[in-house]
C-alpha cells in the first residue's frame, strides 16, 4: 500500500479528528496530496489539498474547521478536523497528484459524526 490513512473513527458533533497519510519519500516529495471524501450514496469529492511547497485550499463546507498540513520528516499529510459535523461523516481518503502519472489512492478512513 503507498498510500497508508489512519486516524477515522465515531465521534461526537463538535469533536474533533486528526487523520494521517504516510507514504513513501518519491511519492511525498514529488507529489501534491489531497483529503477526498465519500458519503453514502455520493461522489467523491475533494476537502482539502496541500502542494509540494506547501500551498492550501479547502472545499467550502470545511474552511475554518478543517486544516491539512505536510509532516516532510515523516512522510505523513494530516487532515486535522475540527467541530465535527454529522454531514461530514463519509469515508475519507487520501489521494497523492503530480503531472506525469495517474494519481494514486489510498485506502478510506471510515469518519462518522453522531448528532
Known amino acids: 500500500v503507498q498510500l497508508q490513512a489512519s486516524g477515522g473513527g465515531l465521534v461526537q458533533a463538535g469533536e474533533s479528528l486528526r487523520l494521517s497519510c504516510a507514504t513513501s519519500r518519491g511519492i511525498f516529495v514529488f507529489n501534491d496530496m489531497g483529503w477526498y471524501r465519500q458519503a453514502a450514496g455520493e461522489q467523491r469529492d475533494l476537502v482539502a489539498e496541500i502542494t509540494r511547497r506547501g500551498a492550501t485550499s479547502y472545499a467550502e463546507s470545511v474552511k475554518g474547521r478543517f486544516t491539512i498540513s505536510r509532516d516532510n520528516a515523516k512522510n505523513t499529510v494530516y487532515l486535522q478536523m475540527n467541530s465535527l459535523k454529522p454531514e461530514d461523516t463519509a469515508v475519507y481518503y487520501c489521494?497523492?497528484?503530480?503531472?506525469?502519472?495517474?494519481?494514486?489512492w489510498g485506502r478510506g478512513t471510515q469518519v462518522t459524526v453522531s448528532s
Open positions: 489521494r497523492a497528484d503530480n503531472p506525469f502519472s495517474e494519481p494514486t
